[in-house]
């Protein structure tokens, strides 16, 4: 006999209860409930026997839900988490645990083929235990609405490649398949199933056929038996029970007010998300900004109070300083922003229309102790404000930040490696080299009297996420230029390395600068001493902004030694969130790592220039995202130091991956940065960065400093290398390789000091323990040398006996972690007459010939 259908119904509704009121606090197999069915939809379970899933049906740990071409199950489990699968689709819950008391949940999913949306429950947010397998990879959520689509097509019936989007929350991680790629903000996609994994910005129409295919559809029964007719209704005793019935014995319920939406529909959802209809107006609060309320966690956050802090340019007794003061900013009727600040007085500004994204207005207003003022302000998510603004006779400038600041330990995940782009400041202008603009320099004429060809790099800048000691993250940037060739050659570089540390219960950034120029004469290369650092909004909190830490307005300036500051800021920049290039550290250095420097030092005394080989050692802090080390000549002294900067004072070292590394002394102005963090076009006529192919186990880079108290030597743009050498007892015994890559290096030329670069080969012999090191086109010569391998070490060495009149060569053997001899590098003098050259070279082979 078929059961009533007024009583399924019920009991579906009394499941619904008992999962939802009375959760589990260890793992059972019960997971959840079947929310809505469209069938044919199946639960298969472990034995291979298939049953009809109907609404109100329980979902069973590692029971695998299959659905039809016309299949829909939406399962919610007892935390709030809910799944909805698509057509064509497979699903299993492969593990869950929930535990109201502690608010703990975890969960563990597979989707092997189809479509779902994944709105994240207590799992999700509490503590981002959620992880979901898929073929294109493994997904981590936290506190996210997720729609991962393995199949999907376009309108036309075009195949869809693999992905996942962020359609609303904190973050998205995929793993295992390639480079990992990470999500924080909504309307991008993690594209996978075409080769590596990239970020790009999700396209409209994927979200909404996504949207479409996940819609339920006319003719569904929601796995009932007998599915309701008029017929049905019209004989159904709901009438006598209910309608029917007299209102003095039937009490109508009163419906409780809607509640206000607070927050615009654009803070909610990207254009690229909303998939049906129209929405209705949003009303305006008067006052305050106010926060959009995630629809994966319905808790409000809590809206701006309205602080600020402004930054001024203030004289004290003739000298020109910053002042913090802080103020809160209110709307007026009038719709500007007032309030009232320390000495700045009164402060009436125009207020610019917020949105999600960083935009830059024309803005004026009034203050009190300057008059009528005007300039640019930066608006962002999460009520960010920064104005940037000069009084009308063009006094010091004054800057207001404001905002609901984010938690800097929640923005920067230990392990991760976020890039923001850092905008040109709008009152001083700044510099630019090759049209690319460089942060943290006010020179609008970077490197003056620029000649063609011109190798520039500036990087966004970098920061990783680090766990311990009181830093939330570590900071890098860089820019060089090499423009023009031999002896007129002109260069320069800059370095910024800092940290995000905990000061007086709140994070903030600081950092160092320091770098070097040079024309043609190389007495005239120089250092440079500066700082960085964040503003913040006046309240004690985190020095970062926006609903996910997408915005920093950082000051930099000038000092004379480590905490002496000149004039206070020379330039204020804000730097927002790329969010397509966020990715996953790579860091597998731990420990001391070696390798091989070079350079020309220049005594500050009698302006002669010696060139010098050396090494370079390194000690590197994985978890802390850190290091120390220096650079050493072959006699053993020293030329730069790269202290513990938990240690002492005006130093900076950051390790962000293998490639990404830089390091700042403030006392010696010295400096040093990895060649990926500035990308100049220098090898191979000038149209590759990359000093051999293949070589992503080795890091070289740039590195240089000032003359001072403690050196009377001077360095600009010397080299080094590093990378992991092989035991000696690993190197073959028997066969050979021939190795291929690059040599780069400065020259002194007479009077002149530049950069050159060449190709290199070389070819080994293990069974002979011999071998030759070749140097072509370099700076017009070409020179060889013949090398001995070490007998107790897997270093080779040799003198130069072909092509120029001396010189030597000395080198390692580079293991990429299952080839100990996958590479080579090392460094080389070569003498000829009045020209001399010292330098790094690296090459990779690709395999031992026996």
């Known amino acids: 006999m078929k059961p009533n259908t007024r009583h399924a119904l019920l009991a579906a509704s009394a499941a619904l209860f008992v999962v939802v009121a009375s959760p589990v606090s260890a793992e059972t197999d019960v997971a959840g409930i079947t929310a809505a069915v469209n069938p044919d939809a199946s639960a298969i379970d472990r034995a291979g026997k298939a049953r009809l899933i109907s609404l109100g049906d329980p979902v069973i740990r590692n029971h695998r839900i299959e659905t039809s071409g016309a299949g829909l199950v939406q399962i919610l489990l007892a935390d709030g988490t809910s799944f909805t699968v698509g057509p064509n689709s497979s699903v299993v819950i492969d593990s869950f645990v929930y535990d109201p008391e502690k608010n703990t949940a975890a969960l563990a999913a597979t989707i092997s083929k189809g479509a779902l949306r994944f709105i994240g429950g207590k799992a999700s947010k509490a503590s981002g235990n959620v992880t979901i397998k898929t073929p294109i990879g493994t997904a981590g959520i936290r506190g996210a609405v997720v729609d991962i689509n393995l199949s999907g097509k376009t309108s036309d019936g075009q195949p869809l490649p693999p992905h ?30 075409d080769g590596q994994p990239r970020v790009q910005r999700t396209p409209p129409q994927w979200v909404s056929g996504l949207q479409q295919v996940l819609a339920g559809r006319p003719g569904q029964s929601g796995g009932a038996s007998n599915a309701p007719t008029e017929q ?16 003095s014995e039937n009490a109508i319920p009163v419906p409780t007010p809607r509640p206000v939406v607070t927050a615009p529909v654009e803070e909610v959802a990207s254009a690229s998300q909303r998939d049906v209809g129209t929405r209705p107006q949003v009303p305006v609060g008067p006052a305050k900004p106010t926060v959009p309320v995630d629809p994966a966690d319905p808790e409000p956050d809590a809206p701006w109070d309205g602080s600020a802090q402004a930054t001024a340019y203030i004289d004290i007794n003739g000298n020109v300083s ?49 008059g009528s003022v005007s300039g640019t302000a930066y608006t962002g998510s999460g009520d960010f404000i920064a104005y940037f603004l000069e009084s009308d006779d063009n006094s010091d400038p004054v800057y207001i930040v404001g905002g609901k600041a984010a938690d800097a330990r929640e923005v920067f995940s230990p392990g991760q490696v976020y890039r923001y782009t850092v905008e040109r400041d709008p009152l001083n202008g700044g ?8 942060p943290f320099y006010d020179n609008g004429n970077f490197l003056a009297g620029e000649s063609t060809p011109m190798r520039a790099s500036a990087s966004d800048l970098y920061v990783g996420g680090v766990s311990g000691n009181g830093v939330a993250a570590r900071l890098l940037q860089g820019s060089i230029s090499i423009s023009g060739d031999g002896t007129t050659q002109r260069s320069r570089i800059q370095v910024m390395a800092g940290s995000f540390k905990e000061t007086a219960g709140a994070y903030k950034m600081t950092g160092r600068v320091s770098g070097s120029y040079q024309t043609s004469n190389p007495t005239s290369n120089s250092g440079q001493a500066g700082y960085v650092e964040t503003l913040g909004n006046g309240a004690a909190a985190d020095q970062v902004f926006g609903a996910n830490g997408e915005y920093l307005v950082l000051g930099s300036g000038e000092m004379y030694d480590i905490e002496d500051r000149l004039d206070g800021y020379d330039t204020v920049q804000v730097a927002s969130r790329n969010d397509g290039v966020t990715s996953t550290a790579s860091r597998s250095f731990t420990g001391e790592i070696g390798g091989f420097s070079s350079g020309a030092a220049t005594n500050m005394w009698t302006d002669d220039t010696e060139l010098f080989t050396g090494t370079t050692t390194f000690t590197f802090n994985q978890a802390g995202g850190t290091f120390k080390g220096g650079i050493y000549s072959d006699s053993g002294d020293y030329f730069a130091d790269f202290l513990d900067s938990e240690n002492y004072d005006g130093y900076e070292e950051v390790y962000l991956t293998d490639q990404l590394i830089a390091a700042v002394d403030s006392s010696s102005e010295a400096y040093m940065v990895s060649s990926a963090v500035v990308p100049a076009k220098i090898f191979n006529g000038n149209t590759s960065s990359d000093i051999c192919n293949s070589c992503e186990f080795m890091t070289w880079g740039w590195w240089g400093k000032a003359s001072g108290p403690e050196s009377i030597y001077s360095v600009h743009l010397g080299n080094w290398i590093i990378g992991k050498q092989p035991e000696n007892s690993a190197l073959p015994t028997s066969g050979s390789a021939t190795y291929n890559g690059n040599a780069i290096g400065t020259v002194v030329n007479g009077s002149a000091q530049y950069i050159a670069t060449g190709t290199m080969s070389s070819t080994m012999d293990f069974g002979a323990r011999s071998g030759t090191v070749s140097v072509s086109n370099y700076d017009s010569k070409s020179f060889s040398a013949g ?64």
Do not use: H
């Open 787 to 850: 090398v001995n391998f070490a007998s107790n070490a897997p270093t080779f060495s040799g003198n130069i006996t072909t092509g120029v009149a001396s010189g030597s060569v000395t080198g390692a053997f580079a293991s990429n972690g299952t080839d100990p001899v996958k590479g080579i590098m090392g460094n080389f003098t070569a003498t000829d007459g009045s020209w001399s050259s010292t330098g790094i070279f690296a090459g990779s082979t690709s395999g031992v010939a026996q």
């Open 431 to 438: 510099a630019s080299i090759g049209g690319v603009q460089v």
């Open 232 to 247: 049905t209704v019209a004989s159904s005793p709901v009438a006598e029970s209910n309608s029917a019935q007299l209102p």
């Open 164 to 193: 996942m989007t962020l359609v609303y929350g904190k973050e998205v991680q995929l793993t295992g398949n390639g480079a990992p790629q990470r999500l924080f903000k909504q309307g991008f996609s993690i594209v996978a199933g």
């Open 322 to 370: 910053f002042r913090p003061v802080s103020g809160t900013l209110t709307v007026a009727q009038n719709g500007n922003f007032t309030g009232t600040f320390g000495q700045l007085g009164q402060v009436s500004l125009q207020k610019p229309v917020g949105t999600e994204t960083l935009t830059q207005t024309d803005v004026s207003g009034t203050i009190g102790s300057l």
